[in-house]
């Protein structure tokens, strides 16, 4: 991916943009910039780019976005370029290509696409790059020179120096300077070991490391000198991001769990519809996002409500349903609920379909924030961990300092005694379980974030669930959080050694082994609820 | 079960007719062909077969409302074997000896086809079976009209390494039979290609994996020694979503290491925000992109049958409409539907495909196809960016691998064989370690 003499030319075209022959000119120019863009072979494309780049055309930013995009079509029978406003479905909404005014709708049948390759995609997202090194906006700037890394040529170099030097921000010249830098390192100067050692980022470690292969042997080796310490420095943010990894997916688990600890640790109720409980919640925010187009951030925030809404009344509907009839029967409980389980997975295949569903991440979720060069922690995750953390804090509180964790408490300890003490235990069953079932749904909709959400989205966790209860200790949660976490970070710390497959059967083992050590997990209830 | 014993009733009432010597023969051919669907409608699979029986469903209304074949009807017979691998082989043990279907559309999992497999041969049925597979198998029962690994996969790789430029190798794959012996394949082929075992990286994931943080950090660690790399995935189904979704909130864009997906087609990103994954290759012998009347026209039928302007199609469903048009064009030629006859007339039928060539059924029960290596665009479409200059003709034994190298398959008379060791120059050679491993 390199950007051949794009630089160079637009200082030129800026200039020929002034002669006065291209004002001249009878016919629109554009038409045959264009015409030179339709053709299959991808180098002579290339060539198509440079030119229009070299044309100094105001519209020619357009273009090419619209090249990016896909969207320049050509239609078959006319031979007019078109813009294509919004390409899904059968029939397009169209503008002219060289006027930019509307030409209606136009099906796909009839255009033809300019494509382009993964090659020209690079080669246009350097030019618009090396465009938005004018930008106004700082951050535009710095993402410029931020794609401009390891994609600079002899062309570009020079001109870029000058750039540098009249760029008032001090990280986009940082950022400039290294791109040079890497430029200077393939053409073998010694000097550009120095301006890049010590950086985390990882196009200077790719830089850095073919230069170690050069032939130079001097250069090879001072280039493979500072790979070793940039290695040295990457051993600890590796280290922290294995960490972050490893909270992150025990935070879904401890999510995923943690209305299980209520219903099956709490309860003593064994909920194989659990996981189902968790995809309704997930399909809530799907809902949501189908009802407020065009607004997938504030869709989520109300599916947070609605997800456990939703969830908690499919909770009292299948505590009323089935699970009253089956008190103090685990077996028959496990039983019916699988059933309830596999009915709800096929209801939502017959209604909705048995297709997975498109939840949008909103844009304030996507991507990663960046702690240093080398390591940066992805957003969506970031937020899901906070989320399972607020999540975890919010039913404490209800459990600890509320009338109904209190009664939930009563109940589960000492019905009988619970009831002549006047607590209505058949309320309390159905408030508890609905609560169970409302964290679950939260659980949905923070997955839908992560995963797919489809009918099969609750068995995927159901066995997780129940191995983290399990092992955090019955009834308790904390212990289904230290057990969350901790198995995540487990199983993060194994999978680079282990590979995926066997890291989740070391997990495993690894619980049956403790849970044979100590049978009531890692923080056993003690005392008389340990006995009830 | 009513509608069996409806369909089942006409039949037993024309044979005990027929027995007493009222009817004439001429009522018994007014019976209709029954074409048997095997498609998972529950379960885990049910995401990808739905749309399959769909199709072939819509084909059979198609070719009845063009006077359906040999002057019969069409009917079709939907059982559901629920993603449930065992189940396959008891429902295909019901289309064929309770039903008594003439044909069989289905499977799409590799274990499914292998359950199935015993219960086709010993009935003596036929199965058209429309996905991408890892090969090492020829039956004569089995028709495969999906791609096998030198319609896919090789050619995919040959892009990467001669237009990309790619000299390391991701090869991450879900871990059951068809990554694993495409990715032996393709070890074996790259290897062959002067690429150094360090410049190789395989990794395995379980069935619906959805943590790729760890496994995409390897991949960016990986990528950045200094040479161009590329991913390529067999990972399968919706596993991919997450797995895209960590690629692009990572930064990796397809312009620095892109992946090219054997299992991601249209119907797949139907699922995902595709915004991020723009670039990101898929290698199929079909793509609704494609630019031809035949496919604009099966398009709108599709939307026009499934009631959905959004609908989408993909590669096994154009495998589909290639196995019915080959299979009715095989009816045609034989003059009736019995097996052995259909057999013997559809080697060498030819009928156009939906990307404006045509696909013929080549001896070793394998089609012709022309291979697409398409990039993803932000509507969930892919561009088509390169294609094989003329079809390839599906190879059941891969060159590439020790024990298969040796076999080819030829079910005409009079070899009529499906693993025909030409070293040893008997049939049944194949039994290698590797050939053993592979199935």
């Known amino acids: ?532 | 079960m009513t509608p069996r014993r409806l369909a089942l009733c006409p039949h037993w009432l024309a044979a005990s007719l027929l027995s007493l010597g009222v009817v004439a023969p001429a009522m018994a051919q007014e019976e209709p062909i029954k074409v048997g669907i095997l498609h998972s409608l529950s379960g885990t699979m049910a995401i990808s077969e739905t749309v399959l029986k769909d199709t072939v469903e819509m084909l059979i209304e198609q070719q009845n409302a063009r006077g359906g074949l040999l002057g019969r009807e069409l009917e079709a017979v939907v059982v559901d074997p629920a993603s449930d691998w065992p189940l396959f082989a008891e429902k295909a043990r019901e289309l064929l000896a309770q039903e008594k279907v003439d044909v069989i559309f289905g499977n799409w999992t590799s274990v499914s086809r292998k359950s199935v497999l015993p219960v086709v041969e010993e009935l003596n049925g036929l199965l058209f079976y429309p996905v991408q597979y890892e090969g090492e198998e020829s039956s004569e029962n089995v028709f495969y009209t999906g791609a096998a690994p030198n319609q896919q996969a090789i050619p995919a790789v040959d892009y990467l390494m001669n237009n990309v430029g790619v000299e390391r190798w991701v090869l991450a794959g879900t871990d059951y039979v068809y990554p694993r012996t495409t990715n032996k394949i393709l070890e074996a082929y790259l290897k062959s290609h002067g690429v150094s075992d360090q410049d190789i990286m395989v990794n395995y994931t379980p069935f619906g994996h959805s943590d790729w943080q760890n496994i995409v950090s390897e991949i960016k660690a990986f990528g950045s020694q200094g040479k161009k790399t590329a991913v390529v995935s067999t990972i399968n189904g919706d596993a991919n979503v997450p797995f895209y979704r960590e690629l692009g909130n990572q930064g990796i864009d397809a312009a620095d290491i892109p992946v090219v997906a054997f299992s991601v087609g249209e119907q797949e990103l139907t699922g995902i925000d595709t915004a991020p994954l723009v670039g990101h290759l898929a290698a199929w012998n079909y793509f609704m992109s494609v630019d031809t009347d035949a496919n604009y026209d099966f398009i709108d039928a599709w939307i026009e049958y499934t009631g959905d302007d959004m609908a989408v199609t993909n590669d096994p469903m154009e495998a589909h409409y290639i196995g019915f048009s080959m299979w009715a064009e095989a009816v045609r030629k034989a003059g009736t539907t019995e097996v052995d006859a259909v057999k013997d007339a559809i080697i060498g039928v030819s009928v156009p495909n939906l990307s404006g060539g045509y696909a013929a059924m080549m001896p070793n029960h394998h089609i012709t196809k022309p291979v697409l290596i398409g990039e993803i665009q932000d509507n969930g479409q892919f561009s088509i960016v390169w294609e094989t200059p003329s079809t390839v003709a599906g190879d059941a034994w891969s060159d590439y691998l020790p024990g298969s190298r040796d076999l080819i398959s030829d079910w005409r008379k009079p070899m009529q064989c499906g693993n025909y060791n030409v070293v040893e120059g008997s049939c049944g050679g194949g039994t290698s370690e590797d050939v053993a491993t592979a199935e």
């Open chain 1, 1 to 532: 991916m390199r950007i051949p003499d794009s630089l160079c030319r637009l200082v030129v075209l800026c200039l020929l943009a002034w002669l006065p022959w291209v004002a001249q000119a009878q016919d629109d120019p554009g038409q045959t910039l264009l015409e030179s863009l339709d053709t299959t072979s991808y180098v002579e494309k290339g060539e198509a780019i440079e030119a229009i780049i070299a044309s100094g055309d105001e519209r020619s930013r357009r273009w090419l976005e619209a090249l990016l995009g896909g969207k320049l079509q050509r239609h078959k029978a006319s031979g007019q370029f078109v813009v294509v406003l919004e390409n899904r479905g059968r029939h397009w909404p169209v503008v002219d290509a060289l006027g930019f005014e509307e030409a209606g709708e136009m099906s796909r049948r009839e255009l033809d696409r300019i494509g382009i390759n993964n090659a020209l995609r690079g080669q246009l997202q350097g030019a618009l790059a090396v465009l938005d090194l004018h930008a106004d906006e700082v951050d535009e700037r710095r993402e410029a020179a931020r794609a401009l890394l390891g994609d600079i040529d002899a062309t570009l170099a020079e001109p870029l120096q000058a750039l540098i030097d009249s760029e008032e921000d001090g990280e986009v010249r940082r950022l400039l300077e290294q791109a040079l830098a890497i430029h200077r390192l393939g053409q073998g100067e010694m000097a550009a070991v120095e301006d890049l050692a010590g950086s985390l980022n990882s196009r200077v470690r790719a830089a850095l490391s073919s230069a170690s292969r050069s032939d130079d042997p001097q250069l090879a080796q001072a280039a493979g000198a500072a790979l070793v310490d940039i290695e040295q420095k990457m051993k600890l943010n590796r280290g922290l991001e294995t960490l972050y990894f490893g909270l992150s997916l025990g935070s879904v688990l401890v999510l995923a769990a943690i209305g299980l600890a209520i219903t099956f640790g709490v309860m003593g109720v064994i909920n194989m519809a659990h996981g189902e409980l968790i995809m309704l919640g997930a399909y809530t925010t799907w809902a949501m996002q189908q009802l407020l187009p065009g607004q997938p951030g504030l869709a989520l925030l109300l599916a947070i409500p609605a997800g456990f809404l939703v969830a908690a009344l499919a909770g009292v509907a299948i505590e009323r349903g089935v699970i009253q009839f089956l008190k103090g029967r685990p077996l028959e409980t496990l039983l019916a609920t699988f059933g309830v389980s596999l009915i709800l997975q096929q209801l939502v295949r017959t209604v909705i379909s048995p297709q997975n569903r498109t939840v949008v991440s909103p844009d304030w979720m996507s991507g990663s924030i960046m702690i240093n060069e080398g390591l940066s922690l992805t957003l969506n995750r970031l937020y899901v961990l906070g989320f399972a953390l607020v999540v975890f804090a919010g039913l404490m509180l209800v459990m600890r300092r509320t009338r109904l964790g209190l009664e939930v408490r009563a109940v589960t300890q000492n019905r009988a005694m619970a009831r002549s003490m006047g607590i209505r235990a058949t309320r309390v069953d159905i408030l508890t379980f609905a609560l169970g079932a409302g964290v679950a749904g939260l659980a949905g909709v923070a997955l839908s974030q992560l995963t797919n959400v489809g009918p099969n989205l609750g068995q995927n966790y159901i066995i997780d669930s129940f191995m983290v209860v399990v092992f955090g200790g019955v009834g308790n949660l904390w212990g289904t959080l230290v057990a969350g976490m901790s198995l995540g970070v487990i199983n993060q710390v194994l999978e680079p050694w282990a590979g995926a497959v066997l890291a989740k059967i070391v997990v495993l083992v690894f619980i049956i082994l403790f849970i044979q050590k100590r049978p009531r997990g890692l923080f056993p209830q003690k005392g008389r609820a340990a006995e009830g």
